[in-house]
């Protein structure tokens, strides 16, 4: 699939979605149909969200796109991801912060948790990225602070535990607004100890981030 791969990267290119080399040559190098279950890789380079089960979905790939660029990694950054799925978007990030950086992801489903290990094992990532089973809106303590944090599911509102995990003029993004797919990406600086500076990034689509700083379980 190295073809439509190149091909589709070529259109994210072109509309603008992925702007720098670095982010093109991640998405070039991670095989999205390896984080996919068998019956949907057919369509892993079509741009669009697809099911991954327990009602939740692989980002669709200009959504990655937006997310990696405005979080401008560097290698060797310490990096939390808020909702692992089946560990796309973690594998692309990993290939940008390197062997000396690494990429903790938070997922609550636990079987979803596991195929994501499998996968990132699968394609060579599994020492760059830890899965690790929870609530992500409490973040992840014992390996702060991060340089970047961002969720791949959209909160109520910015989850303060977040906010403290982040070095100083690190920063997170995070779909934040409605329950139901209409929300605003936003992207929290912290300038100092007790000051941070948001910033509206613009309308997006995400499942719901849930758990005791995000919505309540149905
Ligand atoms: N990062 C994924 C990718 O690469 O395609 C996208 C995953 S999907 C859009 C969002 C994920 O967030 C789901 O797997 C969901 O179970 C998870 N999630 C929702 N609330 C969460 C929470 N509080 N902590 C951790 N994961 C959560």
């Keep these: ?26 998405m070039l190098q991670v095989p999205r149909e390896e984080f996919m279950p068998p019956e949907t890789r057919p369509y ?39 909702g692992t799925g089946f560990g796309y978007n973690a594998a692309v990030v990993a290939e940008i912060v390197g062997e000396e950086g690494h990429v903790y992801t938070v997922e609550r489903i ?50 303060e535990p977040l906010k403290k995990q982040l070095k100083i003029g690190g920063w997170l993004i995070i779909p934040q607004g409605s329950r139901d797919y209409f929300q605003e990406l936003v992207s929290v600086l912290r300038i100092s100890h007790d000051d941070y500076k948001v910033q509206n990034l613009g309308g997006v689509a995400f499942v719901p981030m849930i758990g005791e700083h995000g919505w309540p379980e149905d």
Excluded: C, W
Aim: net charge neutral; no cysteine.
């Design 1 to 26: 699939m190295k073809y439509e791969r190149e091909d589709l990267v070529e259109k994210l290119f072109n509309h603008g979605y992925i702007k720098t080399e670095k982010v093109k040559k991640a």
């Design 44 to 82: 892993a380079y079509f741009d669009r969200p697809l099911p991954i089960g327990k009602g939740q979905t692989i980002s669709a790939p200009h959504m990655v796109a937006i997310i990696v660029e405005k979080l401008d990694l560097t290698q060797g950054m310490n990096i939390l991801e808020i």
């Design 110 to 159: 636990p079987s979803l948790a596991e195929t994501a290990r499998e996968n990132l094992k699968n394609t060579g990532y599994f020492n760059q990225v830890t899965v690790i089973v929870g609530d992500g809106t409490l973040g992840y303590p014992d390996k702060a602070p991060y340089d970047r944090i961002y969720g791949t599911a959209s909160a109520p509102k910015i989850p």
